[in-house]
């Protein structure tokens, strides 16, 4: 309830200022903090700045499967529409695992500072794609479940490169979008499970995102975000979501999804309903 307040405060605070470029061209807050989509990141800067303007975004996003629950609050800074400074706490509540192992009340945390800077093109104005590189320093703040399961590390980097593009009355009159992103990981679900394992290391796995804007306020689209397996007591799966976006204004978006996450330590068929509430100026 504190996160929702704080998260209250500052869409308040928003009604003082926004940028000025095209609505929607901003994203939405991905669960590691970068603009993106729930759980894939894009080639976007956070916000709404143009050259000469910067922007403040923040972000509170809750995800249940039944047998975890899963909260992060997020804030990201863009400026210039060309670089992108973003931090993360994350928090995944083990509610079924935990008392399983006798740690009622058990979760694994993380926090994750991302830095995003556009290398090339733009995401409505250019012929090619807006790409972008960017870096994603986690730390995982619980390492006693994750260090029992094999993780070899608390804190590692992700590397990732994105190609993000807006189709301007394509297809059939709507405006479309595409991401795809190579992420270059050694990180356990995320980072929560820690980073590294008995059976793997640091792999390049593929993301990708595709949409539609249904009018100039509501999307909707799919993501899939690949995912390999470094513990042997922990397999994990891809994972996958359709989502639907609203947003009103510069100020405000709404993420709802359906999340796919397979299997998450051991616990299969991790399924559920996933909201993101975003605010900037």
């Known amino acids: 309830m504190k996160k929702l307040i704080l998260l209250g405060a500052l869409m308040c605070s928003a009604l003082t200022h926004a940028g000025s470029r095209q609505l929607g061209t901003g994203a939405v807050m991905q669960v590691e903090g970068a603009s993106g989509s729930g759980i894939v990141p894009w080639a976007t800067i956070a916000g709404y700045g ?5 922007d403040f975004t923040a972000a509170y996003t809750y995800l249940d499967t039944d047998d975890y629950r899963f909260d992060m609050v997020g804030a990201a800074v863009g400026w210039h529409n060309r670089v992108e400074l973003s931090f993360a706490k994350q928090e995944l509540d083990l509610l079924t695992l935990g008392p399983a192992l006798d740690l009622p009340g058990a979760s694994l ?11 090339a093109g733009n995401l409505v104005y250019s012929k090619m794609p807006q790409i972008a590189f960017g870096i994603q320093h986690k730390k995982n703040q619980s390492f006693l479940i994750p260090s029992v399961a094999g993780a070899r590390d ?5 590397y990732y490169l994105s190609a993000t593009k807006l189709f301007l009355g394509k297809p059939a009159g709507f405006n479309g979008f595409v991401t795809l992103t190579l992420r270059s990981t050694e990180a356990n679900e995320m980072g929560l499970l820690g980073f590294g394992g008995d059976i793997g290391g640091r792999d390049i796995n593929a993301e990708a995102s595709i949409g539609l804007f249904l009018n100039k306020s509501w999307a909707i689209g799919f993501d899939y975000r690949q995912k390999r397996s470094n513990l ?3 397999s994990e799966d891809s994972w996958r979501d359709v989502f639907v976006v609203w947003v009103p204004n510069r100020h405000i978006s709404v993420v709802a999804a359906y999340a796919d996450l397979g299997k998450i330590a051991t616990l299969p068929e991790q399924k559920g309903l996933y909201l993101s509430i975003n605010g900037s100026f």
């Open 109 to 119: 945390r993380q926090d994750v500072i991302g830095l995003k800077v556009r290398l």
């Open 154 to 158: 608390d804190q590692s980097m992700d």
């Open 232 to 234: 042997s007591f922990a």
């Open 50 to 54: 143009e050259k000469g303007e910067t």
